[in-house]
């Protein structure tokens, strides 16, 4: 098998697990949301899967493998609600202590509260779905070419070792783990209390190891501005150039607004870095 036929295989596998578990949690619950979820994002997986069984390769997989993606990311809330039930926060705060110095990231960040900062790195925060959405539709509308190919492709890594640590490391992030030690939500003004509401609607409880607002949206830059560095695309760079702009605030905002550890960061970073060297010796034909 193909090492890009493993990923996909590896991606929708994940995918059909989060389904299923999610599925079933959501049928012994109450939340109507989530059965509804479950009933929307069922035949979409099963399109997948038929996607993924036919002999030829569909131009158009990659795209649908990210739209099963986050199509059920919200059933991690349900598996959390009913088949989780050990998380790791006390341990990724311990450890994150330790990297910096005796206080976590999102610790140090706790001096720095401002109005006027909390606005900007929510809006920066809010950007992570433009990031995303507008380059896979891009890409989904360039899906013959050899370059939509390899963006699907890395994104389908991300999500899938994304996928992964949360189910095998479960945790809530700093201010649902520690609401003591993280007061949320931090002081601000419209901006803030906008993302703090959508944020609330999304919370899994489960979904902060690795980061994957750091990590999906470091790759995606990485690869427009290798694209632009290596292939030389020149279109490519005043996208790379924006991207840049916005993963700045959204970045400093996973720790700012106590989302995420700084060991998520990391994990998220390693996560895109090493997507990243994979994808481009496929973009450059290396074997």
Known sequence: MKPENAIGWVGTALIWLVLLLGASAAWLGEDALLKANAVLAAPVCLWLLRVMLAEQYAPWRGA??????????????SIRQVWIHRVFD?????????????ASLPE??????????????????????????????????????????????????????????????????????????????????????????????GITGMDVFPSLHCGATLYVLGFFALGYFGLGKRAYLPVAAVLTLVFIPLLLATVYLRYHYGIDLIAGTALAVLTLIYIQKKRFGSP
């Not at 006390?90 to 005796?102: C, K, Q, S, T």
């Not at 030690?181 to 944020?199: A, C, D, I, K, N």
């Open 64 to 77: 649908m493998q990210f739209a099963s993606f986050w199509m059920v990311f919200p059933l991690f809330k």
């Open 90 to 102: 006390a341990e990724l705060l311990a450890i994150d202590r330790r990297l910096w110095g005796g």
């Open 108 to 201: 140090h960040c706790l001096g720095l509260e401002s109005h006027w900062l909390s606005e900007w790195v929510s809006f920066g925060y809010a950007q992570f779905y433009f990031a995303m959405l507008l380059p896979v539709l891009w890409f989904a509308w360039k899906r013959r070419s050899s370059e939509a190919h390899c963006f699907f492709l890395g994104l389908t890594l991300m999500y899938s070792f994304g996928f992964a640590g949360y189910l095998l490391i479960p945790a809530g992030g700093p201010f649902i783990a520690f609401p003591s030690v993280f007061p949320y939500p931090p002081e601000g003004g419209s901006m803030t209390g906008f993302l703090v509401g959508m944020v609330a609607q």
